[in-house]
């Protein structure tokens, strides 16, 4: 063989070369997850603190301004639950139950009408904090909420900023509701485990 005709075969024994290896057996199912070390990718888990956060929270139908806003409204013929409903919410969160009160985050989400039995809202929502020390950061919850029971319990499943890897539950109670307008203002006792 010449060295003009090496020289051609050069790319040709590359390309097969690279078919070979990406034809390679798959890698193993371990490959998918692995154990890190947290240090390494800047998180640095210190102690789990217990924290207890307090608000209310201003669902508000009505007005110029709704914070909640029905997307889809069940059929005439659905239950007289609701059910179906769905409303997509931006909700102030505030230290006292006066809405004009300090704002301490915003309840972003959508809550459902997720029962035929009973009104029981299925509630997805980040609870996004605008003061002191946890600006900026939030927690998610996302749980069952039985309007008409005094006191209802949804878990917290996770959180970020500084309340990252947060874990927990909100207990929420209504602190009043206008059965004319649908606006509610909700008493919420969070509890979170957090680093």
């Known amino acids: 063989m010449t060295s003009t005709s090496m020289a051609a075969l050069a790319p040709l024994s590359s390309l097969v070369l690279l ?9 193993p199912a371990s490959a998918f997850a692995s154990a890190l070390d947290p240090s390494l990718m800047g ?19 009505s007005g110029p301004n709704p914070s909640s806003v029905r997307v889809t409204t069940p059929p005439s013929n659905a239950s007289a639950t609701g059910f179906g409903l769905v409303n997509v919410i931006d909700n102030p969160l505030t230290l006292l139950p006066d809405p004009a009160s ?3 985050g915003r309840a972003q989400g959508l809550y459902s009408s997720a029962s035929q039995e009973e009104v029981a809202l299925l509630m997805i929502m980040n609870f996004a904090f605008v003061s002191g020390k946890y600006n900026g950061s939030g927690i998610t919850v996302m749980g069952r909420n039985p309007v008409f029971h005094k006191v209802r319990e949804m878990p917290v499943i996770s959180g970020c900023g500084v309340l990252r890897f947060a874990r927990g539950y909100a ?17 919420y006792n969070v509890y979170v485990l957090h680093y």
Request: no cysteine; hydrophobic share 45%.
């Open 43 to 61: 998180v640095h888990l210190g102690k789990e603190k217990l924290s207890h956060f307090r608000f209310y929270w201003h669902d508000v139908l």
């Open 171 to 187: 207990q929420a109670s209504t602190h009043t509701f206008d059965l004319k307008t649908g606006n509610a203002v909700v008493e």
């Open 19 to 27: 078919v070979l290896l990406s034809s390679a057996a798959p890698a």
């Open 102 to 104: 300090e704002l301490v």
